[in-house]
């Protein structure tokens, strides 16, 4: 089955700089690779997906981008604030919406001011 | 819109024991998904639901069983609890129409 690795574990930036996650998957047949922020003590929330069909995506401060040959996608946060900081973690799923994800183990961002 | 909705938040067993927990997901939402958190493993899936059908199962034990009823609210139960059975349970539904899935605040299980 898919498996999703994800790196670093834990990542300390300073106010300003810029954070940036990967994550490999071994199925070539995932399509869907979206990212979720689970703040502490709260439930995971959908930042930024990304579709096979699609190298890059940004919304704001956030980009992801996907290599399909490499089976890898990465999370690109620039000018990060305290408030980024965070459990990030990486999914990837096939098929429609609603299948299962497969997510990697998280990263933990800290962002100190 | 209320959010997904999951019941109990909280609750001790021990081992041995059976469980069930209940998830109400978003109006109108036919998806339901289920998946164990634990600080070691990150988030597990365990299965997922559609239109009362199980369509996607994920690599856990028999004693791990779910089911959904014909409102879109799911159950999930664990029977026989072992230790290693103690995490946060989060239930997620999806509209279907995009890949996002909305995620309960969760039942947090400690098995003693």
């Known amino acids: 089955g898919e498996n999703v690795e994800q790196h670093p574990s834990t990542l300390s930036v300073q106010e300003g700089d810029s954070a940036v996650i990967k994550c490999t998957y071994s199925?070539?047949?995932?399509?869907?690779f979206p990212w979720y922020k689970q703040e502490l003590g709260k439930r995971p929330q959908l930042i930024i997906d990304?579709?096979?069909?699609?190298g890059e995506k940004k919304d704001q401060r956030i980009a992801v981008t996907l290599n399909k040959t490499a089976k890898h996608f990465s999370l690109h946060i620039t000018e990060t604030q305290p408030e980024d900081s965070a459990v990030y973690f990486c999914a990837a799923s096939k098929g429609q919406a609603g299948t299962a994800l497969i997510f990697g183990k998280g990263t933990t961002l800290s962002v100190s001011s | 819109k209320a959010g997904v909705t999951q019941t109990p938040r909280y609750l001790i067993k021990t081992r041995g024991q059976q469980v069930t927990l209940s998830c109400s997901p978003i109006?109108?939402?036919?998806?339901v998904s289920w998946y164990q958190q634990t600080p070691g493993q990150g988030l597990q899936f365990l299965f997922e639901?559609?239109?009362?059908?199980?369509?996607n199962k994920g690599n856990f034990p028999g004693r791990f069983s779910g089911r959904q009823f014909s409102n879109s609210r799911s159950e999930m139960n664990v029977s026989t609890l072992e230790l290693g059975d103690s995490a946060l349970y989060l239930c997620?539904?999806?509209?279907?129409?995009?890949?996002?899935?909305?995620f309960g605040e969760g039942s947090r299980l400690t098995v003693l």
């Open positions: 199925d070539s047949a995932s399509n869907y």
């Open positions: 990304i579709r096979s069909n699609v």
């Open positions: 639901y559609f239109s009362e059908t199980q369509r």
């Open positions: 109006s109108g939402h036919r998806s």
């Open positions: 997620a539904s999806s509209p279907g129409s995009t890949g996002e899935l909305f």
